[in-house]
């Protein structure tokens, strides 16, 4: 446990030099609220349709059951995690294109994708109109969804729009794209649920298919954990 403590740090540590911190750790923090104001509305929603129930089969206490308060924090946990959503939205997205920044100049593989919660980015595909790496590599459960976003945006913008399932893969794609010349950038917008238990196991997966030792990952200057 306290190892894999330290290999967050150290993942967080490179984080930190790449994107401000305010972006990537305002969106962990905000997927956190999200998921936290979710199973706050699912348990207070079963809570209330069991108390309602159970009120009704006997009519004096269903005269003092107060259905008033759980109705407002029912809808006051709909409105917050919809509002946690799309902020979380906003973060991320910037986060993916601060990290785009640290390399401008460069010709980039960008690896967007991963657990889909559905995220619109609808404005993500419109920086990516006036503002694109090379070659851009969707993967994951939502990657099929972004890759139909931007197909058109990639036409009109001319760079390269590639689709696959999994980060090996996208690795596989995105050096045979820059042809030994360029920086793959993992910067996903997306959580790691799914194919990896968390961002740490991602992150050394990713580091070794870069040919480099998982264990030594906070050596590696720019490798793109974000």
């Known amino acids: 446990m306290l190892k894999q403590w330290k290999e967050r740090l ?12 305010r972006l990537w750790l305002g969106g962990a923090l905000l997927a956190c609220l999200t998921v936290l104001m979710g199973m706050a509305l699912l348990g207070l929603s079963g809570w209330f349709i069991t108390a309602t129930a159970l009120a009704g089969l006997l ?11 759980p109705s ?7 409105v917050g995690r919809t509002g946690a959503r799309y902020a979380e939205r906003l973060v991320t997205h910037d986060a993916t294109l601060a990290a785009l920044d640290c390399f401008a100049g460069r010709r980039i593989a960008l690896l967007v994708g991963g657990h889909d919660r559905g995220v619109d980015w ?12 090379a070659t851009l ?9 972004i890759h139909a976003l931007l197909a058109p945006v990639a036409q009109e913008a001319g760079f390269t729009l590639i689709g696959v399932e999994t980060l090996p893969e996208a690795m596989t794609a995105a050096r045979g794209a820059l042809g030994g010349e360029g920086v793959v950038l993992l910067s996903p917008g997306a959580p790691s649920f799914g194919q ?31």
């Open 10 to 21: 150290r993942l967080l540590s490179i984080m930190d030099g790449l994107v401000p911190r």
């Open 59 to 69: 009519p004096a206490v269903a005269q003092m059951f107060d259905v008033f308060m």
């Open 72 to 78: 407002a924090g029912i809808r006051l946990l709909a």
């Open 122 to 133: 609808s404005d993500f595909a419109a920086h990516m109109r006036h503002d694109a790496p």
């Open 137 to 145: 590599i969707t993967m994951g459960a939502n990657g099929p969804r």
């Open 196 to 226: 990896y238990k968390d961002y740490v196991a991602r992150g050394r997966h990713f580091a070794e298919l870069a040919g480099f030792d998982p264990d030594a990952i906070t050596a590696i200057p720019g490798l793109g954990l974000a």
